[in-house]
């Protein structure tokens, strides 16, 4: 029997720009912890203010830190929605966020304006905060406040600087899987190897951290060993896996599946359908979805027998094989029954659904280990 004693599930905030913000619990000891370091160290910068003045200004330094993070992620959501992607949600963790996007980018360019924002307003967030130091305070009496925009300062460009490391999880592996799909008409080659750089960058972190805490500053180094430990838990539980690296197969199609998948927009023309996506994805078919919800296929042998001179006014819904049940499987089916699934409904792969029926992943006979 599994008994479950705390509920881990991040927790709504608010809403900015129609998008759910959630933070997760992990973000509660971060507060009075962050406070905490904040108050500490003010006084040894600047002493002689009352102590109910220094934890006003940890805790100050602590929210703004919440909102800096906050909009590193909506920067991601807002350029994800100008390339076309909706945004499920923010969810803000211990060390960082993360902006949920419905579905994979159609375009590399796409890929790395969504990914590079993140970085870039944080660099401009940083600035801002210098520059409010720099303007608003200097030569005044507000040293410690001056103090904490300066901190705040270098915090945001070291979360920009750090984003952008070339490895995923993080932004600069995101740009570099582009900058790879650009180059190699491949998604999942360009991911495989992002991934792979990902693993090397927590590498460098862990050992690098183990020197630090042994010979140099502790706190580096327990900061530098989670962090590395942090990137490859997250690769290994979902980039990974889902990319070819390495199969586990623990049993259910969510294990092996691709979790990043072109949705089709039924609205989309078929010419733009043809070079934007057909022209930066190698697949032989694309679910057609709205709001994730699966509408049908475009067959890529089907698409064939359509007159190049009628693509500007065809739309996918037009041309897509209409939604049926050989299309899709349950996220928890097993791989044996997948592999049965597959191998009979005539396409070899299917589209992935959760319990409610929305679209996480595709699926085909050789992520299973299977000769199609």
């Known amino acids: 029997m599994k008994i479950k004693l705390i509920d881990t599930k991040p927790f709504h905030i608010c809403r900015i720009f129609g998008i759910p913000v959630r933070a997760h619990y992990s973000w509660l000891p971060v507060f009075p912890l962050y406070a905490w370091v904040i108050a500490s160290y003010l006084p040894r910068e600047v002493p002689g203010l ?87 305070l200097f030569g005044t009496s507000y040293l410690a406040t001056g103090q904490v925009l300066r901190h705040l300062g270098l915090v945001n460009w070291f979360l920009a600087g750090f984003n952008i490391l070339p490895g ?19 998604f999942r080659a360009a991911t495989a190897s992002a991934v792979r750089a990902g693993f090397m960058i927590a590498l460098a972190l862990v050992v690098s951290g183990i020197y630090f805490f042994l010979y140099r500053e502790w706190i580096t180094g327990v900061w530098s060993i989670i962090v590395g430990l942090i990137i490859a838990f997250m690769l290994g539980t979902a980039d990974g ?26 609205e989309m023309m078929v010419k733009d359908f043809i070079d ?82 929305f679209i996480v992943g595709l699926v085909s006979l050789s992520d299973i280990g299977a000769k199609r």
């Open 50 to 136: 009352p102590l109910y003045q220094y934890w006003t200004l940890g805790f100050i330094t602590t929210i703004l830190l919440f909102i800096s993070v906050l909009g590193h992620e909506l920067a991601h959501a807002l350029m994800a929605r100008v390339e076309g992607l909706g945004t499920g949600n923010i969810t803000l963790y211990i060390f960082g966020g993360l902006a949920s996007l419905e579905g994979q980018p159609a375009r590399p360019s796409s890929e790395f304006k969504i990914a590079v924002v993140g970085p870039a307003a944080s660099f401009i967030i940083g600035t801002i905060f210098f520059l409010a130091d720099h303007y608003l």
């Open 276 to 357: 934007d996506v057909l022209a930066n994805n190698h697949h032989t078919s694309f679910p057609v979805a709205r709001d994730k919800r699966l509408h049908g296929l475009l067959m890529l042998e089907e698409l064939k027998a359509v007159p190049r001179d009628e693509w500007p006014r065809l739309k996918a819904s037009d041309c897509m094989r209409p939604v049926d049940a050989s299309m899709f499987i349950s996220s928890t089916t097993t791989l044996a029954q997948a592999q049965s699934i597959l191998a009979g409904n005539g396409l070899g792969r299917a589209v992935v659904l959760d319990s409610k029926g």
């Open 241 to 266: 896996r889902a990319y070819g690296v390495w199969k586990v197969k623990r049993g259910t199609i969510e294990d092996v599946m691709n979790r990043d998948v072109v949705l089709v927009p039924p």
């Open 168 to 186: 995923l999880p993080l932004d600069g592996g995101r740009v570099l899987r582009a900058i790879l799909w650009k180059l190699n008409k491949n």
